[in-house]
């Protein structure tokens, strides 16, 4: 089993509405989580990290479960900018290896 | 933006070549990663260097890769005789101590190298 599942999707959504999509991870060791944004060909660039309280940040709210192992992308008020695939990443306790998620593709269309 | 410079963007070897891949880490970061990402996978964990040492190899290959942080210079990762599984995107990533102590790491812009 991977280290952490992302539906691939793609989600396609008009400008202006609300996608939201999970990420599972399967160590329960694991410690800090992230969300990342990357573009097609580009690096990965940090999006926000996700706390266990829960946090936003502009349009953007993450949420993380750790009873259930999984946390949560919300995008509101879509952009056609925000076309992009977003990667979950994990990383354990006491580890500087951060385990990335294969990412769900967005796909913001006018 | 000084930020993780890697060269060359993209680089095409024939099988049986070598590629050197290049990381000049940001200023002031003593620490660096290496990833890489295979098509339509998440990228994965290679390898993390100090200047002059490798503190993990845990995620490179156990023939052909190699990697180095020299004292002077950028960080190399050499893939020998490469095959057509070698294809994908190599990130490098620095971050000014390891990042235990919670500090965020730098990707640079990746080098994708094609093996024909």
């Known amino acids: 089993r991977k280290e952490v599942e992302q539906d691939p999707g793609p989600f396609n959504v008009p400008e202006g509405a609300t996608v939201a999509f999970n990420c599972t991870y399967s160590?329960?060791?694991?410690?800090?989580f992230f969300w990342y944004r990357q573009d097609c060909r580009k690096e990965p660039k940090l999006l926000m990290s996700?706390?266990?309280s829960g946090n936003e940040d502009g349009r953007f709210t993450a949420q993380l479960n750790r009873a259930s192992q999984y946390i949560s992308l919300l995008i509101r008020d879509s952009k056609l900018s925000d076309s992009a695939t977003y990667l979950c990443?994990?990383?354990?306790?006491?580890?500087?290896?951060?385990?990335f998620g294969a990412g769900t593709t967005v796909t913001v269309r006018a | 933006n000084a930020g993780v410079m890697q060269n060359p963007r993209h680089l095409v070897r024939r099988r049986g070549q070598e590629a050197r891949l290049r990381c000049s880490p940001m200023?002031?970061?003593?620490?660096v990663y290496w990833y890489r990402q295979l098509p339509e996978e998440g990228l994965k964990f290679m390898v993390y260097?100090?200047?002059?040492?490798?503190?993990?190899e845990s995620g490179m290959p156990k023939e052909r890769f190699s990697a180095e942080f020299p004292k002077e210079g950028p960080s190399i990762l050499r893939i020998q005789q490469v095959v057509r599984g070698d294809s994908a995107a190599y990130f490098c990533?620095?971050?000014?101590?390891?990042?235990?102590?919670?500090?965020?790491?730098?990707f640079g812009e990746g080098s994708w190298l094609t093996v024909v």
């Open positions: 990533a620095s971050s000014p101590s390891g990042t235990l102590s919670g500090n965020t790491i730098y």
């Open positions: 160590n329960s060791a694991s410690q800090s």
């Open positions: 996700v706390y266990s």
């Open positions: 990443v994990v990383r354990r306790t006491n580890d500087y290896k951060l385990s």
């Open positions: 200023k002031g970061h003593s620490h």
């Open positions: 260097l100090q200047k002059e040492n490798i503190i993990d």
